[in-house]
């Protein structure tokens, strides 16, 4: 499989790392573990999350021990990085149900067995931490002066950092000394907003072990527009089912920009670097081929081949007269006495098919031109739709050019 480090590098993944010559020749040397945290702050992660995961996921195909680190002490105190404002602060037993939602859904993308791969949670350790102590035996290696210069306290001073965050690196540094300890871990990975995060950990474990331990972080993933990566109109795209269909995330990946298609096939699959050159070597329209290959490949490894498969089938069936069916398609079944006895007003069908959040939004996007039942654009927002609109128990809803849902009667 090569080096874990040079593959990193090849797609796209590096953007700072501290000793990168050593780092290389250390994943030829030996097994290494490495680590990302993941602060539970909702049920599930969002498409933001990938790079981390899939950074993990390389590290275990190149025979290394990934440490997926759920953290559910730091959640409770919350991250200060790229925040312009405090996180709401969450309960014990909201982070609880967060981190048991997260710790099934970074299994789908490694072995997390105990050996080959590790999931922890912060909270066993940090959480029977005697105050007094940890600053006597933490606390007295960190410069105020040093925490002050971070990029991310440095932004977050000009609109107020409370001392819960300040905290924070000296909780994460303590989470990579532990790790150290008693897993032998000898690398930390995340986002670039996390560098000043990652060296205070270094410096903990050489200052408190005398060990050499290793930092490395990710670019923040924006599309070529500027856009942070993973944000819709309509909010995050979730690597949960239900709350971004198998479907819709096909969709977000088959709408990637031709300028992207190329950085994002390295980042978010596993195909071959041989592979993707071939796939995008040539442009315009034979980019259809590379966008359907990530999208595939996107979904298949989130929501398994069966769902990217019917994801697939459908799209082919709604845009390019492909395919055989809409299976793929994300479905509401609504009881048939919602239609009776005189139709259901079709922005009430938009919200009640989870289309729009509110009637009115409903009402706008309707008035606007946007919305299409059976392919026909729906004139008014007061329009009924009733059971004779439906064909063999179903009508397909079309929002704007490329959004489509299903409605069966129940």
């Avoid at 922005?347 to 606007?368: D, F, P």
Wanted: charged fraction near 25%.
């Amino acid at each position: 499989m090569g080096n874990f480090y040079l593959t990193l590098q090849e797609r796209g993944f590096i953007e700072q790392a501290t000793d990168p010559e050593e780092m290389a020749d250390l994943f030829d040397r030996q097994t290494v573990r490495a680590y990302i945290g993941f602060d539970p702050t909702a049920r599930s992660l969002h498409v933001g999350s990938l790079v981390p995961i899939m950074a993990l996921a390389h590290l275990q195909r190149h025979g290394h021990v990934p440490i997926a680190l759920v953290g559910g002490g730091t959640a409770l105190i919350g991250d200060p990085s790229g925040k312009k404002e405090m996180r709401p602060v969450l309960t014990y037993e909201e982070v609880a149900g967060n981190a048991e939602g997260l710790k099934k859904q970074l299994s789908r993308y490694m072995v997390l067995d105990g050996e080959g791969g590790l999931l922890l949670n912060n909270l066993d350790w940090l959480k029977p931490l005697n105050y007094i102590e940890f600053l006597r035996d933490i606390g007295r290696h960190f410069s105020v002066n040093r925490m002050l210069a971070a990029e991310a306290v440095k932004q977050r001073l000009e609109t107020g950092l409370s001392f819960i965050e300040f905290n924070y690196q000296l909780l994460q540094a303590y989470d990579f000394l532990q790790l150290y300890q008693q897993r032998g871990c000898l690398l930390q990975m995340g986002g670039s907003d996390q560098w000043g995060n990652i060296v205070a950990g270094l410096e903990l474990i050489r200052r408190v072990k005398g060990g050499k331990v290793y930092g490395l972080t990710f670019p923040l993933m924006v599309t070529s527009t500027g856009e942070k990566m993973g944000k819709t109109a309509r909010g995050a795209v979730w690597l949960d089912g239900e709350r971004t269909s198998p479907y819709d995330y096909y969709q977000f990946w088959i709408n990637t920009s031709d300028e992207d298609v190329g950085r994002f096939l390295p980042l978010f699959t596993f195909l071959p670097l041989e592979e993707i050159a071939e796939l995008t070597r040539e442009g315009g329209a034979s980019l259809r081929r590379a966008k359907e290959a990530l999208a595939f490949e996107a979904t298949r490894i989130t929501h398994g081949a069966a769902e990217a498969e019917k994801a697939r089938e459908a799209a082919r069936q709604l845009f390019y007269g492909q395919g055989q069916d809409l299976e793929g398609l994300p479905t509401t079944v609504i009881p048939r006495d919602k239609f009776l006895p005189a139709g259901l007003e079709a922005y009430l069908l938009l919200v009640e098919a989870g289309l729009c959040r509110t009637r009115g939004e409903a009402r706008r996007l309707i008035s606007q031109g946007g919305v299409y039942v059976q392919e026909r654009r729906v004139p008014a927002f007061d329009l009924p739709i009733g059971p004779a609109d439906f064909r063999e128990g179903q009508i397909l809803i079309r929002v704007g050019k490329k959004k489509y849902h299903r409605v069966r009667i129940g």
